[in-house]
Nanobody, 114 residues
Framework: QVQLVESGGGLVQPGGSLRLSCVVSGGIFPIFDLGWYRQAAGKRRDLVARITSGGATAYADSVKGRFTISRDNAKKTVYLQMNSLKSEDTAVYYC????????WGQGTQVTVSS
């Protein structure tokens, strides 16, 4: 059974940066396609970045050019580097497969505010 543990969130000023991590236990990590989602208060959960097992990446228009998804197969970890953060990036961030196949982790809160 795959388990997901996100970390790295926090409070940051507009224009700042954060790096999120998600450790994936269970399963065969190197063959997984992975994604980062976010859910702002009162809104649906949206996929913002994804990475294939081969390292190909794709991003939502709202984060393109500012966020970078990467993975470390040896550490069974997927990362989300977030730069030039905006107030509208405030949300709880989750990792999962790009179709949300596994049980969700607790997420990590990102708050962008001055």
């Amino acid at each position: 059974q795959v388990q997901l543990v996100e970390s790295g969130g926090g409070l940051v000023q507009p224009g700042g940066s954060l790096r999120l991590s998600c450790v994936v236990s269970g399963g065969i990590f190197p063959i997984f396609d992975l994604g980062w989602y976010r859910q702002a208060a009162g809104k649906r959960r949206d996929l913002v970045a994804r990475i294939t097992s081969g390292g190909a990446t794709a991003y939502a228009d709202s984060v393109k050019g500012r966020f970078t998804i990467s993975r470390d197969n040896a550490k069974k970890t997927v990362y989300l580097q977030m730069n030039s953060l905006k107030s509208e990036d405030t949300a709880v961030y989750y990792c999962n497969s790009p179709v949300g196949f596994w049980s969700w982790g607790q997420g990590t809160q990102v708050t962008v505010s001055s």
